[in-house]
Structures are given as structure tokens and as C-alpha cells.
């Protein structure tokens, strides 16, 4: 029977949302985020309320608007105020434009800078931290999706159209953390991946200089990304970049202008080391060359090319060795082996994107191209919530997947119950991670809670 009015379904969203509500994030959305001629009168009423209630669902799995109904079941609404339903959360979400999701991007960079005060999110950030930046396209199947068209993605190493939505996001990582997001803008199926980039990394720098980096800051990206634009944003902003080169008539020639005695190679998965010589023996190599891009243009840079060059898996028996040539154009000072592979992590982000795409955004919930902007960036707050509190819960969460963090931390079932008028959390006896959720509740709400309050 579901009639236990005292049972709490999702434990770790108290020790969450407080660590959400002293990093100010519902101040930053009632200072923020306001809609000043509504559609529906009421729409706009209450805005803070309203998109904190959906970010705790998010962080506690929601991937739709109707399962942020479960902070409204048993004992979660003695536990949390001003819950809102899901019909008014939508109500709310399908009032907002371009505009307000500008809005919603400032409330995303400000409480990624409260996080970096409190907790050490991006440890490292004083020698070096890297922006990411990529897109994605998001599968839709209504025919009322406004803005969805028929883009380019890549399915099991092949070209293929399909209908979406295309967000575009940016990362900030060290060599000691995961990825928090520093932006992310929602635009059309069709979009050009580039589409924007220069200003999205202009903003990522700044809000990783405002979440207290100190250190270099390194752009990376991949061809869609290695633009008159993105260059010019990292360079104004004193950052290095890295970013592949489409392969045009000028970067092929100074591909071919490389001396066959300059390949180095690479130690790679599957390699093996020279006995005799202590020489990696690899299918992969390297080589650089002083390239200059943009040279047509009043922004001419002269920096590093770095090639990789693998053989062609498709002519294993050829007579003499086929390869395939990957560049990259970057003003780094790391030696040329070590920079091949700081560039290649970019794929980092792909982690960012699974476990966005393995939560809030497993679906764009909305026929309103506006309120799945508005979605998108919830979702984005309340990723890089969860990661300041898997931080807080110990170092083996810190680098956790999203997934992990809910199953262990967030979704744990408890009784509700108030002796003295005090009220009291009582989870599961022998919880595997009953340590990591105790240190979590001490670094957010008490700093040392009794043993009998809250039984591990």
C-alpha cells in the first residue's frame, strides 16, 4: 500500500540542495531570471522557486518534466519548501525566449564561481586547466519540435542525418578533475557545429578566470572549432589553444613539406618497446612544423602544426605504408609528444555528454524551442551541482558518472520522523556508502552529526 506519508525516497537530495542553497543559487535566479511580459499572467510568477525544484529533480534523475512530481511523494515536501508541480514548472519553462536563456547562462557561470569557493571543484586550476568546447545533436521525434532539423551526426563511425536539437557546450577540466560545464546554448538541428564558438569560449574563459583559475588555460577543439573566431577569442583572453585544422591545399602542403626523419613515434595502446633501442614501436606518429593560419587575413598567427599520422587500417598489405594524417594547430610550449596527447583528451568532454545524455538530457521534453533552452541549462546547473557534492562526498565520487552519483548518493530511501520536534533522517542499516554520504551531510549541513541522528 502507498500510504507512508513519513517515507523519503531521496535522501541525498537534502545534503544537495543545501549545498545548493549556501552557494546562493536560488538568490542567483531571483536576481537574475526575470520575464517581464509573460504570455500566461501567471507564468513568470515565482521564477527561483520553480527552477530550483526542477534542478533537484534532475539531480535526483528527471529526464522529463512529469518525473519532477517525485519531490512531491511521501515525506520529500516536509522536507523542502515551496515545491512546485511539474504542470506549473512547464507553465514557467514555455515562457521563456533567447533572452531569458541568456539570463539563465549567467545564473549557470556566477554559481559555478560560488561552487569554486566553497569546494575545491577544479583542483590543479593554478598550473594549468583546459576548455572544452563540442556540440551534440539530440535526437526528436514530434513534428512539433520548434527548431528541429535534420543535422549531421556520427552513428557507429558513419555520416548521418538526423532530426534534433544541437546544444553546444563548454567545459572546464584539469589534469586532477571532471569536466564542470562553463556554458551551454541550445540551437537548431541544422546549425553549423561552429556556430557561435567564438563567444561561448570568450565566456568559458571568463567564467574560468571568475571560478578562481589562476593558471594557463588551454582551448581545445576539434575542426569545427579551429576558426578565425575561436582563435581570436583565445588569444584576446591570453589563453593557448589547440584545435584541429580542416585539412585544406595549405595545411596539406605543409603536411607534405614535413621530412621523413622528423616522425616520432607515439606511445599509444598497442604499442611495443624496442629491446635494443628503447624506441616505441607504434602504429601512430608524430611530427610538427611552423604553420601560419589565417594568412589571408589581418589575424595571421604563426604557431606549431602538430600531425599525427596513423596507418590506414583498409591497406594492411599495401606494398609501402598508407597513412592518414590528423592536424592540429596549437601556440602550446609542450614538448611535441606531450601535446599530441594533452590535445587528444579532449575527448574528455564525451564524458560530460554521456552523462548529460544518461540524465536530464535523454529527452528535450518540450514542443518550445524556448523552454528546452531553458531545460538544457538546468540541466547544465544541476550536472555541476552533483559534481561539487560527489567532491564533498570523498575522493573515489569526485570523478564519478552522474549515474553512480544517484544510485549511491541521492537516491537513497528514509524515514522522516521528529523526536522532540527535531526532525530526523533514518536511512538503511549496512549502506555500502554510508561513509561517503555522512561525509557529504558534514560538509553541507552539520559538522559533526550525532551517530544515533542518522544511522549508517
Request: with cysteine; charged share 20%.
Given at each position: 500500500?502507498?500510504?507512508?506519508?513519513?517515507?523519503?525516497?531521496?535522501?541525498?537530495?537534502?545534503?544537495?540542495?543545501?549545498?545548493?542553497?549556501?552557494?546562493?543559487?536560488?538568490?542567483?535566479?531571483?536576481?537574475?531570471?526575470?520575464?517581464?511580459?509573460?504570455?500566461?499572467?501567471?507564468?513568470?510568477?515565482?521564477?527561483?522557486?520553480?527552477?530550483?525544484?526542477?534542478?533537484?529533480?534532475?539531480?535526483?534523475?528527471?529526464?522529463?518534466?512529469?518525473?519532477?512530481?517525485?519531490?512531491?511523494?511521501?515525506?520529500?515536501?516536509?522536507?523542502?519548501?515551496?515545491?512546485?508541480?511539474?504542470?506549473?514548472?512547464?507553465?514557467?519553462?514555455?515562457?521563456?525566449?533567447?533572452?531569458?536563456?541568456?539570463?539563465?547562462?549567467?545564473?549557470?557561470?556566477?554559481?559555478?564561481?560560488?561552487?569554486?569557493?566553497?569546494?575545491?571543484?577544479?583542483?590543479?586550476?593554478?598550473?594549468?586547466?583546459?576548455?572544452?568546447?563540442?556540440?551534440?545533436?539530440?535526437?526528436?521525434?514530434?513534428?512539433?519540435?520548434?527548431?528541429?532539423?535534420?543535422?549531421?551526426?556520427?552513428?557507429?563511425?558513419?555520416?548521418?542525418?538526423?532530426?534534433?536539437?544541437?546544444?553546444?557546450?563548454?567545459?572546464?577540466?584539469?589534469?586532477?578533475?571532471?569536466?564542470?560545464?562553463?556554458?551551454?546554448?541550445?540551437?537548431?538541428?541544422?546549425?553549423?557545429?561552429?556556430?557561435?564558438?567564438?563567444?561561448?569560449?570568450?565566456?568559458?574563459?571568463?567564467?574560468?578566470?571568475?571560478?578562481?583559475?589562476?593558471?594557463?588555460?588551454?582551448?581545445?577543439g576539434d575542426s569545427a572549432y579551429g576558426t578565425r573566431a575561436v582563435i581570436g577569442a583565445a588569444r584576446r583572453a591570453g589563453a593557448q589553444f589547440s584545435l584541429v585544422l580542416t585539412k585544406n591545399t595549405a595545411v596539406q602542403k605543409a603536411i607534405d613539406a614535413i621530412p621523413e626523419d622528423r616522425w616520432t613515434p607515439v606511445r599509444y595502446p598497442g604499442a611495443v618497446q624496442?629491446?635494443?633501442?628503447?624506441?616505441?614501436?607504434?602504429?601512430?606518429?608524430?611530427?610538427?612544423?611552423?604553420?601560419?593560419?589565417?594568412?589571408?587575413?589581418?589575424?595571421?598567427?604563426?604557431?606549431?602544426?602538430?600531425?599525427?599520422?596513423?596507418?590506414?587500417?583498409?591497406?594492411?598489405?599495401?606494398?609501402?605504408?598508407?597513412?592518414?594524417?590528423?592536424?592540429?594547430?596549437?601556440?602550446?610550449?609542450?614538448?611535441?609528444?606531450?601535446?599530441?596527447?594533452?590535445?587528444?583528451?579532449?575527448?574528455?568532454?564525451?564524458?560530460?555528454?554521456?552523462?548529460?545524455?544518461?540524465?536530464?538530457?535523454?529527452h528535450m521534453p518540450s514542443g518550445h524551442f524556448g523552454a528546452n533552452s531553458a531545460w538544457a541549462l538546468c540541466a547544465a546547473i544541476a550536472h555541476n551541482l552533483l559534481r561539487a557534492a560527489a567532491t564533498l562526498a570523498g575522493p573515489a565520487h569526485a570523478v564519478a558518472r552522474g549515474a553512480t552519483l544517484r544510485r549511491k548518493i541521492v537516491n537513497i530511501a528514509a524515514r522522516?520522523?521528529?523526536?522532540?520536534?527535531?526532525?530526523?533522517?533514518?536511512?538503511?542499516?549496512?549502506?555500502?556508502?554510508?561513509?561517503?554520504?555522512?561525509?557529504?551531510?558534514?560538509?553541507?549541513?552539520?559538522?559533526?552529526?550525532?551517530?544515533?541522528?542518522?544511522?549508517?
Amino acid at each position: 500500500m502507498f500510504d507512508d506519508g513519513n517515507l523519503v525516497s531521496c535522501a541525498g537530495l537534502v545534503p544537495v540542495m543545501a549545498l545548493a542553497e549556501r552557494t546562493g543559487l536560488s538568490d542567483l535566479l531571483a536576481q537574475m531570471v526575470h520575464i517581464a511580459a509573460p504570455r500566461i499572467k501567471s507564468g513568470s510568477a515565482n521564477p527561483a522557486p520553480k527552477l530550483a525544484t526542477l534542478i533537484a529533480g534532475m539531480c535526483a534523475g528527471a529526464d522529463c518534466i512529469d518525473d519532477v512530481d517525485v519531490l512531491r511523494s511521501g515525506g520529500m515536501k516536509t522536507l523542502f519548501d515551496a515545491v512546485y508541480a511539474p504542470s506549473t514548472i512547464g507553465t514557467l519553462l514555455r515562457e521563456f525566449t533567447f533572452g531569458h536563456a541568456r539570463q539563465l547562462e549567467s545564473v549557470l557561470a556566477g554559481h559555478l564561481a560560488r561552487l569554486c569557493e566553497r569546494v575545491d571543484l577544479l583542483p590543479g586550476a593554478d598550473v594549468r586547466a583546459f576548455i572544452d568546447i563540442d556540440s551534440l545533436l539530440r535526437p526528436v521525434y514530434g513534428h512539433a519540435k520548434q527548431g528541429a532539423c535534420y543535422g549531421h551526426t556520427k552513428i557507429a563511425g558513419k555520416q548521418v542525418l538526423r532530426k534534433g536539437l544541437s546544444p553546444l557546450a563548454t567545459t572546464i577540466s584539469t589534469d586532477l578533475a571532471a569536466p564542470v560545464i562553463a556554458g551551454m546554448r541550445l540551437r537548431a538541428g541544422k546549425s553549423n557545429s561552429g556556430k557561435g564558438a567564438g563567444r561561448m569560449v570568450a565566456q568559458a574563459i571568463a567564467t574560468a578566470r571568475a571560478a578562481g583559475i589562476t593558471g594557463q588555460i588551454l582551448v581545445r577543439g576539434d575542426s569545427a572549432y579551429g576558426t578565425r573566431a575561436v582563435i581570436g577569442a583565445a588569444r584576446r583572453a591570453g589563453a593557448q589553444f589547440s584545435l584541429v585544422l580542416t585539412k585544406n591545399t595549405a595545411v596539406q602542403k605543409a603536411i607534405d613539406a614535413i621530412p621523413e626523419d622528423r616522425w616520432t613515434p607515439v606511445r599509444y595502446p598497442g604499442a611495443v618497446q624496442d629491446p635494443d633501442t628503447g624506441v616505441w614501436i607504434s602504429d601512430a606518429e608524430v611530427a610538427e612544423i611552423s604553420y601560419t593560419a589565417l594568412a589571408s587575413t589581418n589575424d595571421a598567427i604563426t604557431a606549431r602544426l602538430i600531425v599525427r599520422r596513423v596507418k590506414d587500417a583498409r591497406h594492411r598489405d599495401a606494398l609501402f605504408p598508407v597513412w592518414r594524417y590528423h592536424p592540429f594547430f596549437t601556440n602550446s610550449d609542450e614538448p611535441l609528444t606531450d601535446a599530441d596527447i594533452t590535445h587528444r583528451r579532449h575527448a574528455i568532454i564525451e564524458t560530460t555528454f554521456a552523462d548529460l545524455i544518461d540524465g536530464p538530457l535523454a529527452h528535450m521534453p518540450s514542443g518550445h524551442f524556448g523552454a528546452n533552452s531553458a531545460w538544457a541549462l538546468c540541466a547544465a546547473i544541476a550536472h555541476n551541482l552533483l559534481r561539487a557534492a560527489a567532491t564533498l562526498a570523498g575522493p573515489a565520487h569526485a570523478v564519478a558518472r552522474g549515474a553512480t552519483l544517484r544510485r549511491k548518493i541521492v537516491n537513497i530511501a528514509a524515514r522522516l520522523t521528529r523526536p522532540q520536534r527535531r526532525p530526523v533522517l533514518h536511512l538503511p542499516t549496512h549502506w555500502p556508502w554510508a561513509d561517503a554520504w555522512l561525509a557529504l551531510w558534514r560538509n553541507t549541513i552539520e559538522p559533526h552529526p550525532p551517530p544515533h541522528r542518522i544511522a549508517a
